[in-house]
Protein backbone atom coordinates (compact mmCIF):
# COMPACT_ATOMS: atom_id res chain seq x y z
CA UNK A 1 0.00 0.00 0.00
CA UNK A 2 2.67 2.04 -0.42
CA UNK A 3 1.83 5.86 -2.06
CA UNK A 4 3.01 6.06 -5.58
CA UNK A 5 4.13 2.27 -5.43
CA UNK A 6 2.56 1.37 -9.38
CA UNK A 7 3.90 4.83 -10.49
CA UNK A 8 7.87 4.31 -8.81
CA UNK A 9 7.29 0.12 -10.26
CA UNK A 10 6.69 1.75 -14.03
CA UNK A 11 9.44 4.19 -13.94
CA UNK A 12 12.27 1.62 -12.44
CA UNK A 13 11.37 -0.68 -15.28
CA UNK A 14 11.33 1.77 -18.48
CA UNK A 15 14.53 3.27 -17.02
CA UNK A 16 16.03 -0.11 -16.79
CA UNK A 17 15.41 -1.08 -20.24
CA UNK A 18 16.56 2.18 -21.12
CA UNK A 19 19.63 1.15 -19.63
CA UNK A 20 20.04 -1.95 -20.70
CA UNK A 21 19.78 -0.74 -24.24
CA UNK A 22 21.96 2.32 -23.66
CA UNK A 23 24.87 -0.22 -21.90
CA UNK A 24 24.46 -2.62 -24.84
CA UNK A 25 25.31 -0.18 -27.45
CA UNK A 26 27.99 1.73 -25.33
CA UNK A 27 29.55 -1.56 -25.23
CA UNK A 28 29.19 -2.16 -28.44
CA UNK A 29 30.98 0.91 -29.56
CA UNK A 30 34.05 0.22 -26.91
CA UNK A 31 34.66 -3.52 -28.35
CA UNK A 32 34.64 -2.75 -32.17
CA UNK A 33 32.52 0.28 -33.80
CA UNK A 34 28.41 1.39 -33.74
CA UNK A 35 28.83 0.91 -38.24
CA UNK A 36 29.84 -2.46 -37.35
CA UNK A 37 27.09 -3.62 -34.96
CA UNK A 38 24.35 -2.03 -37.68
CA UNK A 39 25.86 -4.18 -40.24
CA UNK A 40 24.90 -7.40 -37.64
CA UNK A 41 21.38 -7.07 -37.53
CA UNK A 42 21.55 -10.73 -35.64
CA UNK A 43 22.84 -8.64 -32.54
CA UNK A 44 19.65 -6.28 -32.50
CA UNK A 45 17.36 -9.74 -31.65
CA UNK A 46 20.14 -10.28 -28.90
CA UNK A 47 19.04 -6.93 -27.71
CA UNK A 48 15.41 -7.16 -27.76
CA UNK A 49 16.12 -10.89 -26.22
CA UNK A 50 18.00 -9.03 -23.33
CA UNK A 51 15.13 -6.48 -22.54
CA UNK A 52 12.46 -9.68 -22.19
CA UNK A 53 14.93 -11.29 -20.42
CA UNK A 54 15.43 -8.31 -17.85
CA UNK A 55 11.99 -7.82 -17.42
CA UNK A 56 11.57 -11.88 -16.94
CA UNK A 57 13.88 -12.10 -14.51
CA UNK A 58 13.02 -8.99 -12.45
CA UNK A 59 9.68 -10.74 -11.86
CA UNK A 60 10.66 -14.00 -10.71
CA UNK A 61 12.95 -12.82 -8.39
CA UNK A 62 10.82 -9.69 -6.97
CA UNK A 63 13.39 -7.64 -7.99
CA UNK A 64 10.46 -4.46 -8.53
CA UNK A 65 8.68 -5.69 -5.41
CA UNK A 66 8.90 -3.48 -2.38
CA UNK A 67 10.91 -0.80 -3.07
CA UNK A 68 10.36 1.34 -0.06
CA UNK A 69 11.03 -0.75 2.52
CA UNK A 70 13.84 -2.92 1.60
CA UNK A 71 17.64 -2.09 2.63
CA UNK A 72 19.62 -0.90 -0.75
CA UNK A 73 21.83 -4.02 0.25
CA UNK A 74 18.71 -6.38 -1.04
CA UNK A 75 18.48 -4.36 -4.57
CA UNK A 76 22.21 -5.00 -4.91
CA UNK A 77 21.80 -8.46 -4.28
CA UNK A 78 18.77 -9.03 -6.40
CA UNK A 79 20.88 -6.65 -8.98
CA UNK A 80 24.13 -8.72 -9.53
CA UNK A 81 21.60 -11.96 -9.79
CA UNK A 82 20.01 -10.35 -12.91
CA UNK A 83 23.71 -9.60 -14.00
CA UNK A 84 24.43 -13.04 -13.94
CA UNK A 85 21.40 -14.23 -15.91
CA UNK A 86 22.74 -11.30 -18.73
CA UNK A 87 25.87 -12.40 -19.13
CA UNK A 88 25.19 -16.23 -19.15
CA UNK A 89 22.11 -15.18 -21.50
CA UNK A 90 24.81 -13.43 -23.88
CA UNK A 91 27.34 -16.07 -24.09
CA UNK A 92 24.74 -18.80 -24.69
CA UNK A 93 23.38 -16.63 -27.74
CA UNK A 94 26.98 -15.16 -28.94
CA UNK A 95 28.64 -18.65 -28.92
CA UNK A 96 25.29 -20.37 -30.84
CA UNK A 97 25.20 -17.60 -33.67
CA UNK A 98 29.27 -17.57 -33.51
CA UNK A 99 29.81 -14.22 -33.28
CA UNK A 100 33.70 -13.42 -33.85
CA UNK A 101 33.88 -9.80 -33.04
CA UNK A 102 31.40 -8.70 -30.45
CA UNK A 103 32.69 -11.54 -27.43
CA UNK A 104 34.48 -11.03 -24.45
CA UNK A 105 35.19 -7.42 -24.81
CA UNK A 106 31.40 -6.88 -25.52
CA UNK A 107 30.13 -8.91 -22.78
CA UNK A 108 32.71 -7.31 -20.19
CA UNK A 109 31.70 -4.01 -21.08
CA UNK A 110 27.99 -4.63 -21.44
CA UNK A 111 28.17 -6.06 -17.95
CA UNK A 112 30.47 -3.63 -16.19
CA UNK A 113 28.47 -0.52 -17.52
CA UNK A 114 24.38 -2.21 -16.65
CA UNK A 115 25.37 -3.23 -13.23
CA UNK A 116 27.36 0.68 -12.11
CA UNK A 117 24.60 2.37 -14.21
CA UNK A 118 21.60 0.34 -12.45
CA UNK A 119 23.61 0.69 -9.25
CA UNK A 120 23.69 4.88 -10.04
CA UNK A 121 20.08 4.94 -10.74
CA UNK A 122 18.35 2.82 -7.71
CA UNK A 123 20.23 4.78 -5.41
CA UNK A 124 19.28 8.14 -7.18
CA UNK A 125 15.64 7.36 -6.87
CA UNK A 126 15.72 5.87 -3.38
CA UNK A 127 17.36 9.30 -2.32
CA UNK A 128 14.84 11.30 -4.48
CA UNK A 129 11.87 9.78 -3.19
CA UNK A 130 12.96 10.05 0.33
CA UNK A 131 13.12 13.84 -0.48
CA UNK A 132 10.18 14.30 -2.07
CA UNK A 133 8.64 12.51 0.88
CA UNK A 134 10.52 14.87 3.50
CA UNK A 135 8.79 18.21 1.43
CA UNK A 136 5.06 15.96 1.49
CA UNK A 137 5.07 15.87 -1.59
CA UNK A 138 3.13 12.38 -2.62
CA UNK A 139 2.15 12.07 1.19
CA UNK A 140 -1.82 11.38 1.84
CA UNK A 141 -3.34 11.86 5.22
CA UNK A 142 -3.67 8.93 7.06
CA UNK A 143 -6.45 7.52 10.09
CA UNK A 144 -6.23 4.07 12.13
CA UNK A 145 -9.36 2.80 13.25
CA UNK A 146 -8.88 1.11 16.92
CA UNK A 147 -6.73 2.44 19.03
CA UNK A 148 -5.38 -0.97 19.98
CA UNK A 149 -1.77 -3.12 20.11
CA UNK A 150 -2.32 -3.51 16.06
CA UNK A 151 -3.46 -0.01 15.32
CA UNK A 152 -0.21 1.21 17.60
CA UNK A 153 2.12 -1.64 15.94
CA UNK A 154 1.00 -0.10 12.27
CA UNK A 155 1.12 3.49 13.77
CA UNK A 156 4.80 2.83 14.19
CA UNK A 157 5.67 1.13 11.01
CA UNK A 158 4.49 4.77 9.30
CA UNK A 159 6.19 6.99 11.85
CA UNK A 160 9.67 4.65 11.33
CA UNK A 161 9.15 4.49 7.24
CA UNK A 162 8.27 7.73 5.63
CA UNK A 163 9.19 6.06 1.94
CA UNK A 164 5.84 4.61 2.75
CA UNK A 165 4.22 8.28 1.62
CA UNK A 166 1.77 8.46 4.34
CA UNK A 167 1.24 11.09 7.23
CA UNK A 168 -0.57 9.50 10.23
CA UNK A 169 -2.91 12.00 11.53
CA UNK A 170 -4.23 10.22 14.29
CA UNK A 171 -6.74 7.39 15.70
CA UNK A 172 -10.45 7.03 15.44
CA UNK A 173 -11.37 5.12 18.44
CA UNK A 174 -13.90 2.93 19.12
CA UNK A 175 -16.51 3.67 21.98
CA UNK A 176 -14.56 0.91 24.14
CA UNK A 177 -11.21 1.72 23.37
CA UNK A 178 -9.46 2.82 26.34
CA UNK A 179 -6.75 5.02 24.62
CA UNK A 180 -9.79 6.73 23.88
CA UNK A 181 -8.71 10.15 25.60
CA UNK A 182 -4.93 9.77 24.35
CA UNK A 183 -3.23 12.67 22.59
CA UNK A 184 -3.30 10.68 19.06
CA UNK A 185 -7.54 10.38 18.94
CA UNK A 186 -9.40 12.52 16.40
CA UNK A 187 -12.70 11.64 17.34
CA UNK A 188 -14.68 8.63 18.14
CA UNK A 189 -15.76 5.83 15.38
CA UNK A 190 -19.84 7.51 15.63
CA UNK A 191 -18.22 10.66 14.07
CA UNK A 192 -16.47 8.96 11.05
CA UNK A 193 -18.00 11.13 8.43
CA UNK A 194 -17.04 13.96 10.00
CA UNK A 195 -14.09 13.05 10.99
CA UNK A 196 -12.58 12.53 7.07
CA UNK A 197 -13.99 15.94 6.35
CA UNK A 198 -12.72 17.76 8.99
CA UNK A 199 -9.17 16.46 8.54
CA UNK A 200 -8.68 15.63 4.74
CA UNK A 201 -8.35 12.11 5.35
CA UNK A 202 -7.55 10.13 2.11
CA UNK A 203 -6.48 6.39 3.55
CA UNK A 204 -8.04 4.66 6.58
CA UNK A 205 -6.83 1.69 7.98
CA UNK A 206 -9.11 -0.70 9.63
CA UNK A 207 -7.48 -2.43 12.73
CA UNK A 208 -10.63 -3.70 14.24
CA UNK A 209 -10.70 -7.13 17.03
CA UNK A 210 -12.90 -9.57 15.77
CA UNK A 211 -15.46 -9.03 18.38
CA UNK A 212 -15.86 -5.87 16.38
CA UNK A 213 -16.22 -6.63 12.66
CA UNK A 214 -19.87 -5.92 13.28
CA UNK A 215 -18.83 -2.58 12.22
CA UNK A 216 -17.04 -3.29 9.07
CA UNK A 217 -20.40 -2.67 6.54
CA UNK A 218 -20.53 0.94 8.15
CA UNK A 219 -17.02 1.99 7.99
CA UNK A 220 -16.60 1.06 4.19
CA UNK A 221 -19.75 2.27 3.43
CA UNK A 222 -18.71 5.73 5.08
CA UNK A 223 -15.27 5.41 3.45
CA UNK A 224 -17.04 4.70 -0.14
CA UNK A 225 -19.25 7.61 0.28
CA UNK A 226 -16.27 10.24 1.10
CA UNK A 227 -13.72 8.50 -1.39
CA UNK A 228 -11.41 7.54 1.23
CA UNK A 229 -9.32 4.72 0.28
CA UNK A 230 -10.06 1.61 3.11
CA UNK A 231 -7.12 -0.63 4.44
CA UNK A 232 -8.07 -3.65 6.38
CA UNK A 233 -5.25 -5.26 9.00
CA UNK A 234 -7.39 -8.78 9.93
CA UNK A 235 -7.18 -9.77 13.19
CA UNK A 236 -5.84 -13.20 12.47
CA UNK A 237 -2.79 -11.76 10.89
CA UNK A 238 -0.50 -12.63 13.89
CA UNK A 239 -1.18 -16.23 12.66
CA UNK A 240 0.41 -15.51 9.87
CA UNK A 241 4.20 -16.19 8.29
CA UNK A 242 5.68 -13.67 6.25
CA UNK A 243 5.29 -16.42 3.13
CA UNK A 244 1.35 -16.80 3.54
CA UNK A 245 -0.60 -16.53 0.04
CA UNK A 246 -4.18 -15.43 -0.96
CA UNK A 247 -5.23 -17.52 -3.47
CA UNK A 248 -8.84 -17.66 -5.63
CA UNK A 249 -10.66 -21.44 -4.46
CA UNK A 250 -13.57 -20.82 -7.24
CA UNK A 251 -14.77 -17.37 -6.11
CA UNK A 252 -13.62 -17.59 -2.27
CA UNK A 253 -10.22 -15.84 -1.31
CA UNK A 254 -8.46 -18.61 0.68
CA UNK A 255 -4.91 -17.14 2.84
CA UNK A 256 -2.68 -19.95 3.45
CA UNK A 257 -1.26 -19.53 6.35
CA UNK A 258 2.30 -21.07 5.81
CA UNK A 259 4.08 -21.44 2.81
CA UNK A 260 5.65 -24.74 1.95
CA UNK A 261 7.16 -24.92 -1.33
CA UNK A 262 8.27 -28.61 -1.04
CA UNK A 263 4.47 -29.67 -1.61
CA UNK A 264 4.81 -28.97 -5.08
CA UNK A 265 6.01 -32.07 -6.64
CA UNK A 266 8.70 -30.96 -9.35
CA UNK A 267 10.47 -29.53 -6.19
CA UNK A 268 10.32 -32.76 -4.00
CA UNK A 269 11.92 -34.50 -7.21
CA UNK A 270 14.14 -32.03 -7.24
CA UNK A 271 15.38 -32.30 -3.49
CA UNK A 272 14.87 -36.58 -3.58
CA UNK A 273 16.64 -36.83 -6.47
CA UNK A 274 19.54 -34.49 -5.03
CA UNK A 275 19.36 -36.72 -1.77
CA UNK A 276 20.05 -39.92 -3.98
CA UNK A 277 22.88 -38.67 -5.63
CA UNK A 278 24.27 -37.03 -2.94
CA UNK A 279 24.54 -40.03 -0.64
CA UNK A 280 25.15 -42.50 -3.61
CA UNK A 281 28.86 -39.79 -4.12
CA UNK A 282 28.95 -40.30 -0.19
CA UNK A 283 29.02 -44.14 0.34
CA UNK A 284 31.40 -44.51 -2.97
CA UNK A 285 34.11 -41.98 -1.70
CA UNK A 286 33.73 -41.63 2.06
CA UNK A 287 31.48 -44.30 3.68
CA UNK A 288 32.79 -47.13 2.32
CA UNK A 289 35.97 -47.63 4.25
CA UNK A 290 34.98 -44.87 6.66
CA UNK A 291 31.89 -46.69 8.30
CA UNK A 292 34.03 -50.29 8.48
CA UNK A 293 36.79 -48.08 10.54
CA UNK A 294 34.47 -46.48 13.04
CA UNK A 295 32.27 -49.70 13.62
CA UNK A 296 35.87 -51.79 14.79
CA UNK A 297 36.80 -48.51 16.46
CA UNK A 298 33.33 -48.56 18.84
CA UNK A 299 33.84 -52.59 19.19
CA UNK A 300 36.90 -52.64 20.70
CA UNK A 301 36.31 -49.68 22.60
CA UNK A 302 33.08 -50.03 24.37
CA UNK A 303 30.50 -52.79 25.02
CA UNK A 304 27.63 -52.56 23.05
CA UNK A 305 26.03 -52.56 19.82
CA UNK A 306 27.68 -50.66 17.10
CA UNK A 307 24.87 -48.65 15.87
CA UNK A 308 22.63 -47.02 18.40
CA UNK A 309 18.97 -46.91 16.80
CA UNK A 310 15.97 -44.72 17.90
CA UNK A 311 12.77 -44.32 16.93
CA UNK A 312 12.28 -40.61 15.99
CA UNK A 313 9.77 -38.61 14.14
CA UNK A 314 10.04 -38.13 10.63
CA UNK A 315 7.49 -36.70 7.84
CA UNK A 316 3.45 -36.19 8.77
CA UNK A 317 3.87 -37.51 12.53
CA UNK A 318 5.30 -41.30 11.21
CA UNK A 319 8.17 -42.79 13.55
CA UNK A 320 11.16 -44.24 11.70
CA UNK A 321 14.43 -46.05 13.03
CA UNK A 322 17.13 -43.34 12.94
CA UNK A 323 20.61 -45.16 12.96
CA UNK A 324 23.52 -43.61 14.39
CA UNK A 325 27.09 -44.55 16.03
CA UNK A 326 26.72 -45.81 19.53
CA UNK A 327 28.43 -42.92 21.53
CA UNK A 328 27.30 -43.41 25.04
CA UNK A 329 27.23 -46.37 27.36
CA UNK A 330 24.14 -48.53 27.80
CA UNK A 331 21.83 -47.48 30.26
CA UNK A 332 18.78 -49.62 30.80
CA UNK A 333 17.52 -48.06 33.05
CA UNK A 334 16.55 -44.77 31.38
CA UNK A 335 13.91 -46.27 29.30
CA UNK A 336 12.12 -43.71 27.30
CA UNK A 337 12.55 -41.13 29.34
CA UNK A 338 14.62 -38.26 27.32
CA UNK A 339 17.79 -37.18 29.50
CA UNK A 340 19.42 -34.95 27.51
CA UNK A 341 23.00 -35.40 26.40
CA UNK A 342 25.31 -32.61 27.60
CA UNK A 343 29.06 -31.21 27.45
CA UNK A 344 31.10 -33.61 29.76
CA UNK A 345 28.23 -36.11 29.47
CA UNK A 346 29.64 -39.08 31.63
CA UNK A 347 27.79 -41.41 29.34
CA UNK A 348 29.20 -40.65 26.54
CA UNK A 349 32.34 -43.26 25.74
CA UNK A 350 35.92 -41.47 24.82
CA UNK A 351 35.67 -42.60 21.13
CA UNK A 352 31.98 -41.38 20.77
CA UNK A 353 32.53 -38.35 22.24
CA UNK A 354 34.98 -37.88 19.34
CA UNK A 355 32.24 -38.62 16.90
CA UNK A 356 29.85 -36.58 18.53
CA UNK A 357 32.59 -33.15 18.38
CA UNK A 358 33.29 -34.22 14.82
CA UNK A 359 29.40 -35.31 13.57
CA UNK A 360 30.61 -38.42 12.43
CA UNK A 361 28.00 -40.05 14.79
CA UNK A 362 25.02 -39.03 12.64
CA UNK A 363 27.33 -41.03 9.17
CA UNK A 364 24.89 -43.94 9.51
CA UNK A 365 21.77 -41.20 8.67
CA UNK A 366 22.73 -41.90 4.98
CA UNK A 367 20.88 -45.29 5.03
CA UNK A 368 17.99 -43.15 6.31
CA UNK A 369 18.51 -41.12 2.93
CA UNK A 370 18.38 -43.94 1.17
CA UNK A 371 15.42 -46.02 2.69
CA UNK A 372 13.15 -42.38 1.91
CA UNK A 373 13.22 -41.64 5.70
CA UNK A 374 15.79 -38.93 5.57
CA UNK A 375 17.14 -36.10 3.46
CA UNK A 376 20.27 -34.46 3.45
CA UNK A 377 19.01 -31.25 5.00
CA UNK A 378 16.03 -30.74 6.68
CA UNK A 379 14.97 -30.49 10.54
CA UNK A 380 16.35 -32.65 13.05
CA UNK A 381 14.21 -35.47 13.68
CA UNK A 382 13.22 -35.49 17.60
CA UNK A 383 13.40 -38.34 19.52
CA UNK A 384 9.53 -39.91 20.34
CA UNK A 385 10.71 -38.69 24.31
CA UNK A 386 11.53 -35.42 23.37
CA UNK A 387 8.73 -34.59 21.36
CA UNK A 388 6.28 -35.31 23.65
CA UNK A 389 8.33 -33.32 26.62
CA UNK A 390 7.97 -30.23 24.51
CA UNK A 391 5.69 -30.41 22.59
CA UNK A 392 2.68 -28.55 25.17
CA UNK A 393 5.15 -25.65 25.75
CA UNK A 394 6.53 -25.14 21.87
CA UNK A 395 2.80 -24.52 20.03
CA UNK A 396 4.86 -25.05 16.51
CA UNK A 397 7.02 -28.16 17.08
CA UNK A 398 5.29 -30.61 14.81
CA UNK A 399 4.97 -27.88 12.16
CA UNK A 400 8.37 -29.09 11.34
CA UNK A 401 7.21 -32.62 10.24
CA UNK A 402 5.64 -31.50 7.22
CA UNK A 403 9.16 -31.94 5.11
CA UNK A 404 11.59 -35.09 5.67
CA UNK A 405 13.94 -34.33 8.76
CA UNK A 406 17.22 -33.85 7.55
CA UNK A 407 21.06 -34.68 8.64
CA UNK A 408 21.75 -31.05 9.07
CA UNK A 409 19.72 -27.80 8.88
CA UNK A 410 19.26 -24.48 9.34
CA UNK A 411 19.30 -24.12 12.78
CA UNK A 412 22.55 -26.65 13.27
CA UNK A 413 24.31 -24.50 11.32
CA UNK A 414 23.12 -21.66 13.59
CA UNK A 415 24.79 -23.00 16.30
CA UNK A 416 21.33 -24.48 17.48
CA UNK A 417 22.63 -27.95 18.73
CA UNK A 418 22.62 -29.72 22.19
CA UNK A 419 20.57 -29.43 25.38
CA UNK A 420 21.10 -28.60 29.14
CA UNK A 421 19.59 -29.77 31.99
CA UNK A 422 17.59 -26.48 32.90
CA UNK A 423 14.32 -27.58 31.36
CA UNK A 424 13.41 -23.38 31.15
CA UNK A 425 16.61 -23.67 28.89
CA UNK A 426 15.23 -26.62 26.93
CA UNK A 427 11.97 -24.75 25.94
CA UNK A 428 14.22 -21.21 25.06
CA UNK A 429 16.84 -23.21 22.91
CA UNK A 430 13.96 -25.25 21.20
CA UNK A 431 11.59 -22.50 20.37
CA UNK A 432 14.82 -21.02 18.63
CA UNK A 433 15.17 -24.43 16.64
CA UNK A 434 11.81 -24.57 15.63
CA UNK A 435 11.44 -20.82 14.57
CA UNK A 436 14.69 -21.87 12.27
CA UNK A 437 13.17 -25.01 10.96
CA UNK A 438 9.91 -23.15 10.31
CA UNK A 439 11.90 -20.79 8.17
CA UNK A 440 13.80 -23.04 6.23
CA UNK A 441 10.53 -24.95 5.76
CA UNK A 442 8.87 -21.93 4.38
CA UNK A 443 11.86 -20.29 2.21
CA UNK A 444 13.06 -23.81 1.05
CA UNK A 445 14.64 -23.46 -2.27
CA UNK A 446 17.31 -25.61 -4.04
CA UNK A 447 20.44 -23.44 -3.61
CA UNK A 448 19.67 -23.11 0.06
CA UNK A 449 20.31 -26.65 0.54
CA UNK A 450 23.59 -26.43 -0.94
CA UNK A 451 23.94 -23.13 1.13
CA UNK A 452 23.66 -25.23 4.41
CA UNK A 453 25.78 -28.25 3.18
CA UNK A 454 28.95 -26.28 2.35
CA UNK A 455 28.02 -24.18 5.63
CA UNK A 456 27.86 -27.21 7.63
CA UNK A 457 31.30 -29.18 6.16
CA UNK A 458 32.86 -25.84 6.73
CA UNK A 459 31.75 -25.30 9.94
CA UNK A 460 32.80 -28.94 11.81
CA UNK A 461 36.18 -29.05 9.37
CA UNK A 462 36.76 -25.18 11.54
CA UNK A 463 35.83 -26.64 14.56
CA UNK A 464 32.51 -24.38 14.84
CA UNK A 465 29.76 -26.77 15.10
CA UNK A 466 30.43 -29.43 17.90
CA UNK A 467 28.06 -31.26 19.11
CA UNK A 468 27.83 -32.48 22.75
Not at 47 to 75: C, E, M, Q
Not at 84 to 109: P, Y
Not at 328 to 356: H, S, W, Y
Amino acid sequence: MIVNQRSITTLRIITDLLLVTLSFFLAASFAQSLDILFSRDILFVLLILLNFLWIITGIVIKLYDAFSNRPFAYHLINLFKMIIVQVVFSIMFIFFIKEDLFTRNFIIGYSLILVFSVIIKEGALRKIISLLREQGRGVRELAIIGANEIGFSFKELILTNPNYGFKFIGFITLSNDEDSNQPNSLGKITELENLIKQNGIRDIVVALPLAEYKLLDEIIRTCDKNAVTTYIIPDYFKFLSEKFKINLFGSFPIITVRNNPLEEIQWRFVKHTFDLLFTAIIFILVLSWLLPIIAVMIKITSKGPVFFIQDRIGKFNEKFRCYKFRTMTINEKAGNKFIPVTKDDQRVTKIGRILRITSLDELPQFINVLLGDMSIVGPRPHAIAYDNSYADVVDEIRLRHRVKPGITGWAQIHGLRGDVFDFQENVKRTRERIQHDIWYIENWRFWLDIQIIFETVWQIASGRNKGN
